[in-house]
């Protein structure tokens, strides 16, 4: 998860970045230029949503190929939430043949957007407004969240309920997924974590401990930061998910740092996100 250290690492990595190059960045139109075209492109139409949960409304993005029926996948925002890069993330997994559901972790506090164009984690200002939004979650905000969510997609007519459900989640959203995998193991057939923290704690509620109830196959991509302070993490999971004979691939990327995957990041590098979102499709289309 992003923290102090994630302040410190991404600062001696940006150098002299402006924070005006950084918001033309953030605003999506240069980097959504730097993507190459999705293949064979599916037209796609997108909605807002609300899912009732049992803490109320989660306002969401669903997004999705305009003709049949596809499998779903729950996508878990960082940090910073549910915002425009986020819903070209999902648009451009939807293009590729999914029913993307991209989710406001936030929404017992606010509607997303709860940060403007620009806005970045590195900003104290910043920090100060999500904290206590991300202080709101827990293990238990989780697991109800992601078994509200997917009993909502499994009941979309673009979904199709003959195929399992993939979920991904960046940051804070690593582990989500697992406690998504673990929740609705009947359900869930690929999982995919991007820079995720907290995978493996000390405490009872760690998310690794829940691998025995998972049936998904997994991509855990690793920042190369987070991996130099947490060695020992990728490991444990490897141990864990090979006792339990699930699928895994563990790669730490190397030179990405935490945060590499999103677009509106400031420390987002192109080629190893690149290489994250070809292993995810590849996954998705074996495990969905």
């Known amino acids: ?10 600062d001696k990595y940006l150098g002299a970045m402006t924070r005006r190059r950084f918001g033309a960045l953030a605003a999506g139109t240069a980097l959504a230029a730097m993507l190459p075209p999705v293949a064979n492109a599916q037209a796609t139409t997108a909605k807002e949503v609300k899912v009732k949960t049992p803490d109320g409304e989660c306002d969401a993005l669903f997004v999705h190929p305009t003709k049949g029926t596809h499998p779903a996948v729950l996508m878990w925002p960082d940090i910073l939430g549910l915002r425009p890069a986020f819903r070209q993330m999902a648009t ?18 606010a509607s997303a957007p709860v940060v403007e164009v620009g806005e970045s984690f590195q900003d104290e200002s910043t920090r ?14 989780h697991q109800t969240d992601a078994r509200a969510l997917v009993n909502w997609l499994d009941a979309q007519e673009a979904v199709d309920t003959q195929r399992k459900i993939g979920t991904m989640g960046y940051c804070m959203g690593g582990p989500i997924v697992m406690r998504t995998a673990a929740v609705a193991a ?52 490897a141990d864990s998910f090979m006792e339990h004979q699930l ?5 730490v990327y190397e030179g990405a740092m935490h945060g590499w995957c999103v677009l509106d990041s400031r420390v987002y590098n192109h080629e190893p996100a690149e290489k994250a979102w070809a292993r995810t499709l590849a996954l998705f289309r074996r495990a969905l």
């Open 1 to 10: 998860m992003c923290d102090d250290n994630t302040v410190i690492d991404a």
């Open 92 to 109: 451009r997994l939807a293009e590729s043949g999914y029913a993307v559901l991209c989710i406001n972790p936030y929404y017992r506090d």
């Open 128 to 141: 100060e407004k999500v904290m206590p939004m991300y202080r709101n979650l827990s293990a238990k905000t």
């Open 186 to 237: 009947e359900r869930i057939g690929a999982a995919c974590s991007y820079h995720g923290g907290g995978l493996v704690t000390d405490k009872s509620d760690s998310p690794h401990l829940l691998i025995p109830l998972m049936q998904a196959k997994f991509l855990i991509a690793v920042a190369d930061n987070d991996d130099e302070r947490e060695p020992k993490t990728k490991v444990l999971l």
């Open 247 to 251: 699928e895994a691939e563990i790669e």
